[in-house]
């Protein structure tokens, strides 16, 4: 959601056949040299096996392609982040792909989401509604395009304060691209500090348009007393939430991130921490990036997919 004017950051190619879960320290915000063009960051595997239709579309997004930034981030790559998932409205058909927010692999049939990336005008709570990308380090093309069986809402969601703001998608088949990333707990310890690697295809700028290219940015780990700030949001910032950025700004996920993953090392593990939620604009200086604490809903999840 990144908008108060608030904005919500709302609203992959690696195919893997094992789901194992991430167990090593990733780069997950690895920088893809783009000196010489954005095709390094793309898959010449997909190129190559898309239709003349899907091409033709994803030719038409690429006229005017943006570059370098998520906001203020760089090009990255879906092997980097290979939990990294696109949702998109199930009612455009291919070749076209419209997305609206991200999403991580938690299972090989299960998403972790935003709560205002489903309780909305565009998806209803109604998985006909939406669908998922996996795989593809450009939404629009390449990658595997799958169903959603079932929508879970976390049952103490606030609109209002966006309190608990996660959901689960359960999918109607297994996929058979990404890879699972590990989950935060409840003996999680995220110290202020912690650079924490936040990707997605979301705007560029605070208004502006989105990216055809997976874009990563690392943001330190703020903590709640400086977030809670009468300048930054004023006590608006619950024990579900936490911020990451800078105190001058200019780095942030932005509209259009909302959902994604924001994954840090912990233990020499590569763990979804938090979850793109809110903010006050994008990258506005004090006006850090808030996130769901994944630790909060720990439980949820795991008596949800019946663990």
Known sequence: ?????????CISLISLCSFTVVAHAQSACKRVDDTSGPLPAR???ALQNATPEALAAFR???LDPPRGKIVDGHLTLIDNNPWQIAMIRAVVPEPTRSQFCGGSIIANDWILTAAHCVKNSVVREDPTRVEIIAGSSQYAIGGERLKVAAIHTH?????ATMDNDFALLRLQTPMTKGQIIALA???TDLRDGTTMCVSGW???????PGAIDLLGAEVPIVSTPVCNAPASYNGDILPSMFCAGKKEGGVDSCQGDSGGPGSAVINGRTTLVGVVSWGEGCARRLKYGVYSRVSTAAEWIATTLGR
């Open 1 to 9: 959601m990144k908008t108060m004017t608030t904005t919500f950051a």
């Open 43 to 45: 898959s010449a595997q």
């Open 60 to 62: 038409q997004l690429s």
């Open 155 to 159: 049952p103490r969601y606030n609109q």
């Open 185 to 187: 707990d409840a003996k």
């Open 202 to 208: 979301g705007a560029i700028s605070e208004g502006g």
